[in-house]
């Protein structure tokens, strides 16, 4: 399936650049006829909006757009004020708007029934092939695989502290500062201690939840508490600095999400796993100039630059970390290393070989389909060796 | 050497209506000026443009002139809740809280009952149930304070903690999916329990909610004995006891009705406009009505004006933030700016300023 996409990518590419721009069923809008709306949840002081924003700058780049025809609207929270934001952006005159927060959907999908020659995409939601409506799309990155990645980094660490005497090997035990216990993070933590157990076999895991997306003082408490129970590196999904924060003054190494953590953390952020959202703010608009339909559930990962890990931190990585991370990478873009392959975790001590969610089976081949059937991520399976610790 | 200052205040006794007006007015355009003043030391646009785009916000388009009405009517809801309360000297810091109680059972009946009623059987059950809901609400703290005289300001205040971890609590079992923190909109197919629209327009229902409860609190307050009792308390409990007013009861009574309607107002917020149900729901409208009715001086005609201007400005300052491409803060700054002047205009209509004569 993905292979598929990538052609379709390439193809409309390829039409675009011949100029042979003929789509059988819709004319396509010239660049500066194109109006794009963005519903924000935060602001460019939070990581995920920021990586957002700089992904629509990337876009407006790539086609040249005025700033008078991209209108973005921030702070929109999960509730009536998301539809008026998206019905508001509407009557403007956008012919494309896209929500960037997993509460947005539905008030998305109420607007994209009202207003059926707009369309709307949604990041990291569901909806949008069971909505029945043509204008109503879902995209998210495979953010599963950076975070893989950014956890091989993180079990690396744990080696080298291993080999200096400061932790026994039962002592690598990793804090996990996540937002709310459902399947997009639970895919996230789990892929993230799967990398770190590639490097480091007997690392354990504690996920605590601070129930928001983005609270620099739950975040950093958070990380406080897990670091008090003895966790030794720290790992975050959350959207602010409040978990490096906790970690560079505990003097505890940690990996970010988002956004570069070096600043904040110059001791202890390792790297951050992290979005190019610009990959698919372009190829959506692209689709607008051409005329063509905008994919119903649209993922991409490292292979298409979509997802990647922010540059090592020399001083803090354990030695020889970038040549493994080459090669995990080169592995799992040519596909021959599976994130979620069955046989490195196992639950209550069995390995699974059946998992079954909303009728679709996602366990085939001898790993888990992570989001092939639904760009959101599906993976909410608690595995061996992770506690998951919900209040 | 004893200077004797240029000017000394002193407290008015009375102040013309025409009068107040012009203080407000007056106050109004200052906090107009210092705004554009800001803007236009941010960003170097000009002033008009700043005047053109707070317009725009909050009556630029039809839908934007109905957002704003929505908006200023959960805002005046609230205010008339809580006008009754304030006028009896009982401090009602828990408007939030009993809004959010009236909110979460209002989403809960359209959960748990939408296949089981009627329609119109369903929105009545919510209006009653979230009525009920903040009134209790209401009263828990005001039963507190009737037999052991417990502080009502801090009472109240820490029930909108509760109330919030209420909301929470549901949440957990109404999120979909699990874990998400999100409920949705709530019956999005059907409609169930959402305020019917009229006419094309979906908030007619929130208008005549509204503005019954506001006619009906003007009279209660003006004309009625309980009204009159409401006064009296207010002025002095000791005054009141003398007059042989049961003071216990005309608090008890008083916030039960502030509770209840306050209630109703979390059922407007999530039958009438949100369809959904989250902590923020009630947004710190249950603080900012606080606003209104003060300044109003419990005129509910008067907050009418009040809540208006507050949410014009709100929505106006929110525009020139996406306009100008500056930081959602700048509104708040703006909003500061705008109630600085329009409180510190409650000094002028107290005290008036006269120069000494030597």
Redesign the interface.
């Known amino acids: 399936m993905k292979r598929t996409k990538l052609l379709a990518v390439l193809m409309t590419t390829a039409i675009a650049a011949t100029g042979a721009v003929c789509a059988a069923d819709a004319e396509g809008i010239a660049a500066e006829n194109l109006k794009v709306g963005a519903i924000y949840i935060g602001?460019?002081?939070e990581g995920y909006t920021a990586a957002h924003m700089a992904g629509i700058d990337e876009m407006m780049e790539t086609f040249g757009l005025e700033?008078s025809q991209v209108?973005?609207?921030?702070?929109i929270?999960?509730?009536?004020t998301c539809y008026?934001a998206a019905?508001?952006l509407a009557?403007q005159g956008c012919q494309i708007i896209f929500g960037t927060s997993?509460?947005h959907?539905?008030?998305l999908?109420?607007a994209a029934g009202e207003f059926p020659d707009v369309q709307f995409c949604h990041a990291t939601g569901?909806q949008a092939a069971s909505s029945g409506l043509d204008n109503m799309h879902n995209y998210f990155d495979n953010i599963y695989e950076a975070r893989y990645v950014s956890g091989v980094v993180a079990g690396m660490k744990l080696n080298e502290m291993i080999e200096n005497g400061d932790i026994t090997e039962e002592q690598a035990r990793i804090g996990y500062v996540g937002a709310?216990?459902?399947?997009?993070?639970i895919s996230g933590f789990t892929s993230f201690y799967l990398g770190a157990k590639s490097q480091c076999p007997s690392v354990t895991m504690e996920v605590k939840y601070t129930?928001s997306w983005a609270s620099f003082d739950l975040e950093k408490e958070c990380a406080e508490a897990l670091i008090a129970d003895g966790c030794v590196l720290i790992g975050q999904h959350a959207d602010t600095t409040g978990a490096p924060t906790a970690a560079q003054a505990a003097g505890v190494p940690c990996v970010g999400y988002n956004v570069d953590m070096i600043e904040t953390a110059p001791d202890s952020a390792l790297t951050s796993s992290s979005n190019n959202w610009g990959v698919y703010y372009t190829y959506a608009v692209q689709c607008m100039i051409d005329g063509t339909e905008i994919e119903k559930d649209w993922t991409a990962g490292l292979k298409d630059g979509a997802v990647l890990i922010t540059p090592l931190n020399e001083k803090a990585v354990a030695e020889g970390t970038q040549e493994v991370v080459d090669e995990v990478e080169s592995q799992i873009e040519d596909g021959s290393l599976h994130v979620f392959d069955t046989a490195t975790w196992t639950v209550d001590g069995k390995t699974l070989d059946t998992y079954e969610k909303n009728g679709i089976e996602y366990i085939s081949d001898g790993y888990f389909h992570e989001s092939e059937y639904g760009s959101a991520p599906a993976f909410d399976i608690i595995i061996d060796g992770i506690d998951s610790i919900?209040e | 050497m004893n200077k004797e200052p240029m000017f000394h205040m002193s407290k008015r006794e009375s102040i013309t209506l025409g009068k107040r007006i012009m203080i407000y007015v007056a106050a109004i355009l200052l906090a107009l000026i210092v705004c554009a003043a800001v803007i236009v030391g941010l960003v170097h646009m000009n002033p008009l443009g700043v005047y053109k785009a707070i317009f725009d916000g909050a009556l630029g388009?039809s839908?934007?002139i109905w957002?704003t009405i929505r908006d200023t009517l959960v805002l005046l809801c609230i205010a008339v809740g809580l006008a009754p309360a304030f006028k009896m000297r009982f401090w009602n810091i828990g408007a939030e809280g009993q809004v959010l109680i009236g909110g979460v059972v209002s989403a809960a009946c359209m959960i748990y009952l939408s296949d089981k009623v009627p329609n119109v059987v369903l929105i009545l059950l919510m209006l009653a149930g979230s009525a009920i809901g903040g009134l209790i609400w209401g009263l828990i703290p005001t039963f507190f304070k009737a037999h052991w005289n417990t502080n009502e300001t801090l009472f109240t205040l820490m029930m909108n903690y509760v109330a919030m971890q209420v909301v929470?609590f549901c949440i957990c079992f109404w999120e979909n999916?699990?874990?998400?923190?999100?409920v949705?909109?709530i019956n999005?197919a059907t409609q169930a329990g959402w305020l019917p629209s009229v006419a094309g327009n979906a908030y007619f229902w929130n208008v005549v909610i509204v503005t019954i409860l506001t006619v009906a609190m003007f009279i209660y307050l003006k004309y009625s004995k309980q009204g009159y009792e409401v006064a009296v308390v207010g002025e002095s409990d000791s005054t009141a006891r003398y007059a042989g007013i049961n003071v216990s009861k005309v608090m008890l009574r008083t916030m039960a009705i502030s509770g209840a309607i306050c209630g109703i107002a979390g059922f407007i917020l999530v039958s009438g406009?949100?369809?959904?149900i989250?902590t923020?729901?009630a947004?710190g409208r249950g603080f900012t009505a606080i606003i209104v009715a003060w300044m109003a001086k419990f005129n509910t005609f008067i907050m009418i004006l009040i809540a208006f201007g507050l949410v014009f400005m709100e929505k106006g300052a929110t525009q020139i933030?996406?306009q100008y491409?500056l930081?959602?803060?700048a509104s708040s700054i703006m909003l500061g700016i705008i109630l600085f002047f329009l409180l510190g205009a409650e000094f002028f209509i107290n005290y008036k300023i006269e120069r000494n004569r030597k």
Do not use: C, W
């Not at chain 1, 709310?180 to 993070?185: F, I, K, L, N």
């Not at chain 2, 999916?177 to 999100?182: A, E, I, Q």
């Not at chain 2, 406009?273 to 959904?276: K, L, M, N």
């Open positions: 602001d460019e002081n700033e209108i973005e609207k921030t702070l929270g999960e509730d009536e008026d019905a508001d009557d997993f509460g959907e539905t008030y999908i109420q569901y709310y216990p459902y399947a997009e993070v129930n919900v | 388009s839908r934007r957002i929470t999916p699990k874990g998400s923190n999100s949705g909109i999005q406009s949100a369809h959904t989250s923020s729901t947004n933030a996406s491409g930081n959602e803060n």
